[in-house]
């Protein structure tokens, strides 16, 4: 397995729509594992291939907290099949808009039909901490960031800090560890 360097924004890659995967082939095994290592080690609790500059549909999650046993779930052609009516709001933040959080309303629970590491097809049920987050990743497979669940302002004083950042090609505190 090997660390991937993570793009961040405003880069023009995290704002394209990711075409799906054929099948989960050795090649996306791979990238699925790379993407995996690449999280933890950041440290996040989510990552989308074009995070990685990898135009498709795969995402990588593991919500497990500290203490508890690792538990990732590998995503290939993720698609919501039901959505609940009510709605929660989480604090996002995101490894591509690092040092950066907001709070964003999605649905509180969900249902995700996907193609798992083995190119089997799954189907999950997941409210919370991971609903949120699959959510958010599904996010940037179709161009998305959490910052454009946000009001006007508030997305674009974010983005300019990062375009400030990274023309004074500072480093941030977030990749010091990468």
């Not at 082939?25 to 995070?51: C, K, V």
Request: net charge negative; charged share 30%.
């Amino acid at each position: 397995m090997a660390l991937l360097p993570i793009i961040t924004a405003p880069d023009p890659r995290l704002k394209k729509v990711c075409a799906p995967v054929e099948a989960v082939d050795d090649e996306i095994r791979r990238l699925m594992d790379d993407m995996l290592e690449t999280m933890y080690n950041a440290p996040g609790i989510g990552l989308a291939a074009p995070q990685v500059g990898v135009l498709k549909r795969v995402i990588v999650v593991d919500v497990a907290g500290e203490g508890e046993e690792k538990a990732p779930l590998y995503m290939a052609n993720p698609e919501l099949t039901w959505v609940s009516d009510e709605d929660s709001s989480y604090e996002e933040g995101c490894l591509s808009l690092p040092e950066h959080y907001g709070d964003v309303v999605r649905p509180a629970a969900i249902t995700v039909r996907y193609l798992d590491h083995e190119n089997e097809i799954r189907e999950l049920q997941a409210e919370g901490l991971l609903a949120t987050c699959i959510q958010h990743e599904m996010d940037h497979l179709e161009g998305i960031l959490f910052v454009d669940h946000m009001t006007a302002l508030k997305r674009n004083m974010i983005l300019r800090k990062l375009l400030k950042a990274k023309k004074a090609d500072k480093p941030l505190a977030s990749y010091a560890t990468a």
